[in-house]
């Protein structure tokens, strides 16, 4: 009954629910705080108090009609405001009419795939990248196209990305920060590639579509500043969400943002309007989209992760890791004792520590850490990192 594609992705690997499932053998065994579950970007905290309250407030509220389909595109007032926070922010004039809501990031993304993929149209990632963009381009069976980044400091290699622009590529799709590295693609390198893209147009007659990832904007420190993409690239999309900004990755809201020097603008905003809608999402969830709209404002508490990132970075090189320091998001990936990451994962299970490999994100060699988990549980797995690091420092 299944169709081969998805049985195909049920039989391969998956590595982020193979450490789910391990997590819940060793939890059951062990005891939930004897086992390091660092496999999930799943925070740990809880959204700001005011997204709380108004939550709260709407859900009590007498107010009719809160909760029915709407235009496909979200609300109209709630678009706006997110037009003008983004305008605010980085001074780019937008409207409603650029904004789409949208179910999360995810769902975000598949409506922009949706909406520009032809079968066999490339759309390139930059290595190391998110692994669930394979499935997503999979999806409107485009094909993914890798770039590696220069591994020494996770920033784009504009070299290898020329060479693997083709008269075929549909889109590229940046995420910065970056998930799994924490890398901030750097402003000059990014103007740097946006003529390199220009360029490329020419020569081949196209339009390449920049779409940009961006759930962990707000996730920045050490006084960072992440580039705005569509002030840098006039053919781009942001695809933004709540889910890490927020805390509310399970209430599935986020938003498509438009670039108004996009060709075709009208035609675009339609289209994306109609694969929201056809690909079932309808629209974005009604009562979170009120939320958000009250909460633009609201700031969860970044120096957590600021100290999380200092402590695993801290102990980590002490024990031998070599790792580039994080900019932003929440995730470490540092690199490993052995070339074959996925036999290194392994071998950290046998202390409890539930890491995830870098080849799943195209970055081999490496693992990816994710400071998501508490505090307490984070400095409780140092001895368990030291066990580990001893058997190849012996
Ligand atoms: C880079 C990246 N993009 C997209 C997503 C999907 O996020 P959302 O919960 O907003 O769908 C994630 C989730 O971890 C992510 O790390």
Redesign the pocket.
């Known amino acids: 009954m299944i169709s081969d594609k998805v049985l195909k992705k049920i039989s391969g690997p998956s590595w982020i629910r193979a450490m789910f499932e391990q997590g819940e053998v060793l939890k059951k065994k062990y005891g939930a705080d004897k086992v390091y579950d660092f496999s999930l ?1 799943n925070p740990d905290l809880e959204p700001p108090e005011e997204t709380l309250t108004s939550l709260r407030n709407l859900v009590n509220s007498q107010e009719p009609n809160l909760h029915k389909y709407m235009n496909n595109a979200g609300y109209p007032e709630v678009r706006e405001k997110i037009a003008r926070h983004i305008a605010k922010d980085t001074g780019i004039s937008l409207t409603q009419k650029h904004i789409i809501m949208t ?7 598949n409506v922009v795939l949706k909406t520009v993929i032809n079968p066999g149209d490339e759309v390139i990632v930059l290595a190391p990248y ?1 692994g ?1 963009y394979s499935n997503y381009i999979d999806n409107f069976d485009g094909k993914m196209v890798v770039s590696q980044c220069n591994m020494e400091t996770f920033q784009p290699d504009l070299e290898n990305l020329e060479s693997k622009i083709s008269s075929d590529t549909k889109a590229i799709l940046l ?1 910065s920060p ?2 799994p590295t924490g890398a901030i693609y750097g402003e000059s390198i990014l103007r740097d590639m946006a003529e390199l893209i220009s360029k490329k147009e020419r020569e081949f007659g196209s339009n390449i579509l920049v779409i940009s ?1 961006e ?2 904007t707000q996730l920045v420190y050490d006084g960072e500043t992440v580039p705005s993409v569509l002030k840098i690239f006039p053919n781009s999309v942001i ?1 933004n ?4 900004s927020l805390n509310l ?1 399970g209430d ?1 809201i ?1 938003y498509i943002a438009v670039n108004s020097s996009v060709p075709d603008i009208e035609l675009f905003f339609s289209g994306l309007s109609l694969s929201n809608r056809i690909l079932g999402f309808v629209n974005a969830p009604a009562l979170f989209q009120r939320v958000i709209a009250d909460s633009l404002e609201a700031k969860i508490n970044t120096e957590i992760y600021l100290e999380r990132r200092d402590f695993l970075y801290h102990n980590l090189t002490r024990l031998g890791f070599s790792c580039v320091k994080p900019k932003g ?1 929440f995730y470490l990936f540092p690199k490993v004792h052995m070339e074959d990451d996925v036999e290194f994962v392994q071998r950290a299970l046998a202390y409890n520590l539930l890491l995830v490999p870098g080849s799943s994100f195209g970055g081999p060699g490496h693992v990816r850490i994710s400071y998501s988990v508490s505090t307490e549980s984070i400095k409780n797995s140092i001895p368990a990192f030291e066990a580990l690091a001893a058997e190849f420092n012996k």
């Open positions: 970007g179910c999360g990031a995810a769902g975000g993304l998110f669930e995420n970056n998930n990832d759930p962990y695809v969400s709540f889910s890490k990755p599935r986020g998001a």
